[in-house]
């Protein structure tokens, strides 16, 4: 397994030399997205958001491969990729909209590119193989990075997907995080394969097998496999080992089919406590430092929930709005219908409150 960093934050690899500027942005983006995935499930449990996916233990695998990403590389992800969302430059609201079942948390700024969420497992495989190979065919040098899980690997659409990208030579890179677990289904379960990364030989390029709670050593898998994209060299597939902290949504209770034991190892291994004992190993890392960060992250988890909160209310008839750029004449009727029914509705009420109106 690939590694610079172990457990105890010691460099065990070969030392990147990366800037100090890049380090703490590393150390930044996943303290930011720890405490607002902490936000997240309390406002989910005060019933101020919906169901929601935690990333807690898996930052080190979404930020060290988003940082290594160029703002014209595309992002297809799945559903717990928080980290990499909020580094690309999608606003923390537009999260929280989206949790909280608003079709505005969906629209990503126009320079971001990064897919919305892909919840139905898999599906954003053989899409973002596809976008790779328009890239391939109009000769643009950038390239697709695919997010997808472990329970998403037994699914057709990856074989398909990396099949394809094996065949076409297209410029993707396969991130799994393996997080050992698919709501209740072990990553036994998921394959016979000994390691996830081992499939990629099967399709023909290759794969790499990386400690997803190491930022450097995420960080440099994605670089490389990136550049190999780029350069006409064709897809990578990274599988992230890492673990799921928390529950697979706030809907489950995973003390139902996972031990203590488990859970304690791997807390052991957490992402960002080991690269904090690196950091302060070089000298960046302070406790006055950390204070700054996290008094920043507060204040702008607590600016964001405020903007979720506070956006005015969505009608009926919105419910049009964000599919088509023009709607089409049978969409066009059913507007009209939809107006014509508030509108008696509208009617309805008011004759409640007139004496002698219709009851
Ligand atoms: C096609 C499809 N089948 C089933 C589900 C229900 N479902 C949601 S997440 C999930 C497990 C996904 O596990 P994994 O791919 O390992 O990702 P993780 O949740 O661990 O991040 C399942 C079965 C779904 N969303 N889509
Ligand atoms: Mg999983």
Known sequence: MFQIIDS???????????????????????????????????????????????TTGQEATQVGSGLATDKEDW???????????LLRGIPLEKMFLYFMGDVRGNIIPENVRNL????????????????????????????????FGDGATSKGDFSEGL????????????????????IS???????????????????????????????????????????????????????????????HTTADDP??????????????????????????????????????LETKAEDMIKKAIEKAENIEELKPEDLFSYMYLEMNPSLTEQLDYLKKMLATKEIEENSEKIEGGFP
């Open 8 to 54: 105890n934050g010691k460099l065990v690899g070969l030392d990147p030399n990366l800037d100090e500027k890049l380090l703490k942005e590393m150390y930044w983006w996943m303290v930011y997205a720890r405490m607002a995935d902490d936000k997240a499930l309390k406002l989910q449990r005060q019933g101020r958001i919906g169901t929601f996916p935690p």
């Open 116 to 147: 919305p969420m892909y919840v139905p497992v898999s599906t954003q495989i053989p899409q973002a193989v596809g976008a790779a190979y328009g890239m391939k065919l109009s000769n643009k040098k950038n390239a697709v990075v695919c997010f």
């Open 75 to 85: 992002i297809f992800p799945a559903f717990r990729e928080l980290g990499t969302y």
């Open 185 to 247: 289904v072990p990553r036994k379960k998921q394959t016979a394969s000994k390691t996830i990364a081992q499939k990629a030989i099967a399709y023909g390029f290759p794969g790499i097998l990386v400690d997803g709670n190491d930022v450097l050593a995420m960080y440099l898998a994605t670089k490389e496999a990136l550049e190999r994209a780029k350069s006409g060299d064709g897809p990578t597939l990274i599988e992230a080992y890492t673990y799921r902290l928390r529950m």
């Open 255 to 292: 003390t139902r089919y996972r031990t203590d034991e488990e859970l304690k190892e791997w807390e052991q291994r957490d992402p960002i406590t080991r690269f904090r004992i690196y950091l302060e190993s070089l000298g960046i890392w302070s406790k006055e430092w950390q204070k700054e």
């Open 163 to 182: 099949n394809f990208a094996g065949i076409f030579n297209t410029p993707n890179v396969f991130i799994c995080q393996n997080n050992q677990w698919a």
